[in-house]
């Protein structure tokens, strides 16, 4: 009896973690596919829309223009260009989406978390400087490797990452998430740019500093200036 009674419960702690496991993931289709199509009468629902597979194209699993490099004129030398569910409407229940990531040199896409996905990206030109930090309960522990062309790095789901070209010429790397929809938290813009702004007080306490600095960071960063994404 007892060894049924530890079956049964070894039996429930594995159904617990699988479900977890499926918990954490673009939920599954339930058919071959579903294009999203945007409805602005509708009901709002967790992802898109399906449209109606007899009026499926084959324009709805396609996109293009990852092959042009993004502009990196801006404050942080980056690019980020998106092949998600806005760009492919075929992606929608399908968990999965892909980034180009162009970089001047010196250039970085700075920290910040995709909520929703895992990243695993690939350099094909150029050298980065990659890495993540680890959770609070592992000590925030830096993973971080320089890159070169053929390089693959895996960023977990919800981990703050970053990567900066330190070479002398321009990078590119593509990255696949594993959402329709990742999202992205840019840590600066989020907690120095937040709409209405963090009291300036709250923040100087939390990152140990001036409250002036603060105010102007805030100032900064709430400004309409180049947001990366």
């Known amino acids: 009896m007892e060894g049924f009674l530890r079956f049964l419960a070894a039996k429930a702690i594995l159904l617990a973690l699988a479900s977890s496991f499926v918990s954490c993931y673009d939920p599954s289709p ?125 960023f977990p789901i919800g981990m703050i990452h970053f990567q900066v070209n330190v070479g002398r010429t321009n990078a590119v790397a593509f990255a696949g998430l594993g959402s329709q929809n990742p999202g992205t938290i840019t840590i600066a813009d989020a907690v120095f740019g937040s709409k209405p702004l963090i009291t300036p007080e709250i923040l100087a306490k939390a990152f140990q500093l001036d409250v002036n600095v603060v105010r102007y960071l805030e100032a900064r960063f709430s400004s309409n200036y180049d947001r990366h994404y």
């Not at 993004?70 to 998106?82: E, M």
């Not at 180009?100 to 896409?109: H, K, L, S, V």
């Not at 690939?122 to 592992?138: C, I, K, P, R």
């Open 30 to 154: 339930l058919q071959d596919f579903c294009v999203a199509v945007d409805d602005a009468n509708g009901v709002f629902v967790n992802g898109k829309f399906c449209k109606d597979p007899k009026y499926v194209k084959a324009e709805d699993f396609f996109t293009s223009g990852l092959n042009i490099a993004g502009n990196t004129i801006n404050r942080v030398g980056s690019n980020v260009t998106n092949a998600n569910v806005d760009k492919i409407p075929g992606l929608n229940t399908l968990g999965v989406s892909l980034v180009r990531i162009d970089f001047a040199p010196g250039g970085q896409n700075p920290p910040h978390t995709h909520p929703r996905a895992t990243e695993i990206l690939v350099v094909v030109e150029g050298t980065l400087l990659v890495g993540f930090v680890t959770s609070n309960q592992d000590n925030n522990r830096l993973f971080s490797k320089v890159l070169y062309p053929g390089d693959v790095f895996v």
